[in-house]
């Protein structure tokens, strides 16, 4: 049977091993940008997997994420992140890595073959109707993937499947099928390259336009950021100032008003009240737009 996809041979990996430190380098550069360019006919994809999982969060749903090994890795990844850039509480956003927390210090394969393992994570997501599941296989074959991208779809979920491999099981199972078809690794079969780095840029795409769908972006700010540390306190009275076109003290003053949240803050260093701005936002569900 001959390779396909990413175990599929690369053209510059004959004598790989034989070349200089530089051309190894620019070897392995140049297959990562060119992985990248794979994202440009999924974009069309990406975007309905957006508007599904913001549709999901603004209803009340949750926003869950599923994969194993590298694939895993990059969803864990934007997955731990929305709740800090975004202020999407992290029990909206359930994650289901194959092999668990232990996984992540020790990588197993074998985890990623095994059904009842997926089956119970998907059971401690609590996914579940009108819910959105953001599913991750390069191979698109992957069983602890397939097993709980069906399950989550018996119990109402509406699965996103991004795989980097065409004609793949994961696509065909898919309600919103995401082909970010890579190729050939350098590294034949090391996904955690081409494949995982498109893959990444894909889900930090998709993340920021469920974002701004839900109006937690607004001008290229991150107005619903969670200001839990110095620097992140120091942004939000730098994003309201700007937003809402006022000094850095108007700011502050209006952030201590609010207990610290931005958008709500950006209204009142405008004038409005804290239970007008809460008000206000309510009724325009979240977004900032409309109003200033």
Not at 9 to 20: D, F, I, M, V, W
């Given at each position: 049977m001959t390779a396909s996809g990413t175990e599929a041979?690369?053209?510059?990996?004959?004598?790989?091993?034989?070349?200089?430190g530089d051309e190894v380098l620019r070897i392995l550069l140049?297959?990562?940008?060119?992985?990248?360019?794979?994202?440009?006919p999924a974009l069309p994809a990406i975007e309905r997997a957006a508007d599904a999982a913001a549709g999901a969060l603004r209803q009340g749903g949750k926003l869950g994420y599923a994969g194993a090994g590298s694939s895993g890795l990059m969803a864990l990844a934007d997955c731990l992140e929305l709740a800090g850039t975004f202020g999407i509480a992290p029990e909206r956003t359930p994650m289901m890595f194959?092999?668990?927390?232990?996984?992540?210090?020790?990588?197993?394969?074998?985890v990623e073959d095994?059904?009842?393992?997926?089956?119970?994570?998907?059971?401690?997501?609590?996914?579940?109707r009108g819910d959105v599941l953001l599913c991750l296989s390069a191979s698109g074959r992957t069983p602890y993937a397939l097993a709980i991208c069906t399950a989550a779809q018996e119990r109402g979920v509406t699965?996103?499947?991004?795989?980097?491999?065409?004609?793949?099981?994961?696509?065909?199972i898919a309600d919103i099928p995401v082909l970010i078809e890579t190729g050939a690794e350098v590294v034949s079969g090391s996904t955690r390259m081409g494949a995982a780095t498109a893959q990444k840029v894909a889900l930090n795409m998709l993340s920021v336009l469920v974002a701004i769908r839900l109006g937690h972006v607004?001008?290229?700010?991150?107005?619903?950021?969670?200001?839990?540390n110095i620097k992140l306190v120091?942004?939000?009275?730098?994003?309201?100032?700007?937003?809402?076109?006022?000094?850095?003290?108007?700011?502050?003053?209006?952030?201590?008003?609010?207990?610290?949240?931005v958008k709500p803050a950006i209204l009142v260093a405008r004038g409005a009240t804290p239970e007008e701005a809460e008000a206000q936002l309510t009724e325009n569900g979240g977004l900032l737009a409309p109003l200033i």
């Open positions: 041979r690369h053209p510059a990996s004959a004598g790989l091993h034989a070349r200089t140049d297959a990562q940008v060119a992985a990248l360019g794979a994202l440009r194959a092999g668990g927390a232990g996984a992540l210090l020790h990588l197993t394969g074998s095994d059904p009842e393992l997926a089956l119970a994570d998907l059971d401690r997501s609590v996914l579940g699965v996103v499947g991004l795989t980097n491999v065409a004609d793949s099981a994961l696509l065909r607004h001008d290229g700010y991150m107005v619903n950021v969670v200001a839990d120091d942004r939000a009275a730098r994003i309201v100032a700007a937003v809402a076109g006022v000094g850095r003290d108007v700011a502050e003053e209006a952030l201590s008003r609010t207990g610290g949240v």
